[in-house]
């Protein structure tokens, strides 16, 4: 006669506990927008989410301390004349991130260490040129201030395999293929690189 074995849960008394009201981000109008994206970054310092904005995209960024109800006043980043698709923070300096557009442009903004106090309209850098709008936006894992822009996700199932697509593509990609539109750094003398895609 055989007796079944039943596996006892290393993890069954394991019980998460719900995090406290002040310790969330609460009333933030999230875009509607029907695009493929996570409509938020983070990084050490803050946290990024695309926000409802009439009249062209917004984003907010927030410091990772500020929680709580977050005031319907708090200033964006608005300078899209389109909805934003997608944002992404460099990953060699926590305050430079990147905004991609239905408008068919590429932002780089700088946000000041304490976050804003005032609504953000001037990016450092505006990258044009390409003729569709720009959907997922990847910055170089290793080389400085270099930002790679695709239209769309390469795949329609999984935004994540998509992601990592478009990362590795960073490998396969030949240097003819790509143009780059310089600016000064907004922290030192060297320069600002953005690599747009001629075929995007």
Same mark, same amino acid.
């Given at each position: 006669?055989?007796?079944?074995?039943?596996?006892?849960?290393?993890?069954?008394?394991? %019980?998460?506990?719900?995090?406290?009201?002040?310790? &969330?981000?609460?009333?933030?109008?999230?875009?509607?927008?029907?695009?493929?994206?996570? %409509? &938020?970054?983070?990084?050490?310092? %803050?946290?990024?989410?695309?926000?409802?904005?009439?009249?062209?995209?917004? %984003?907010?960024?927030?410091?990772?301390?500020?929680?709580?109800?977050?005031?319907?006043?708090?200033?964006?980043? &608005?300078?899209?004349?389109?909805?934003?698709?997608?944002?992404?923070? &460099?990953?060699? +300096?926590? +305050?430079?991130?990147?905004?991609?557009?239905?408008?068919?442009?590429?932002?780089?903004?700088?946000?000041?260490?304490?976050?804003?106090?005032?609504?953000?309209?001037?990016?450092?850098?505006?990258?044009?040129?390409?003729?569709?709008?720009?959907?997922?936006?990847?910055?170089?894992?290793?080389?400085?201030n270099v930002l790679m822009t695709t239209r769309r996700p390469t795949c329609t199932t999984c935004l994540c395999t998509a992601a990592r697509r478009v990362r590795r593509a960073w490998a396969t990609c030949p240097r003819g293929a790509w143009r780059s539109t310089s600016a000064r750094s907004p922290d030192s003398t060297s320069s600002m690189?953005?690599?747009?895609?001629?075929?995007?």
């Amino acid at each position: 006669m055989s007796r079944k074995v039943v596996r006892s849960s290393k993890f069954r008394h394991v %019980f998460g506990q719900a995090v406290k009201a002040d310790q &969330c981000y609460d009333d933030i109008r999230i875009s509607q927008n029907t695009w493929d994206s996570t %409509f &938020c970054s983070v990084n050490p310092k %803050f946290v990024a989410m695309i926000v409802e904005a009439s009249g062209g995209g917004a %984003f907010m960024v927030l410091p990772l301390n500020k929680t709580g109800r977050i005031d319907m006043s708090q200033p964006t980043v &608005c300078g899209h004349k389109g909805p934003i698709l997608d944002i992404e923070w &460099c990953p060699h +300096n926590d +305050n430079i991130i990147a905004s991609g557009s239905e408008d068919c442009s590429v932002m780089i903004w700088e946000i000041p260490d304490g976050g804003l106090t005032t609504p953000l309209r001037e990016p450092v850098v505006k990258l044009e040129g390409h003729s569709k709008r720009v959907g997922i936006l990847s910055w170089h894992p290793t080389a400085r201030n270099v930002l790679m822009t695709t239209r769309r996700p390469t795949c329609t199932t999984c935004l994540c395999t998509a992601a990592r697509r478009v990362r590795r593509a960073w490998a396969t990609c030949p240097r003819g293929a790509w143009r780059s539109t310089s600016a000064r750094s907004p922290d030192s003398t060297s320069s600002m690189s953005g690599s747009v895609s001629p075929s995007s």
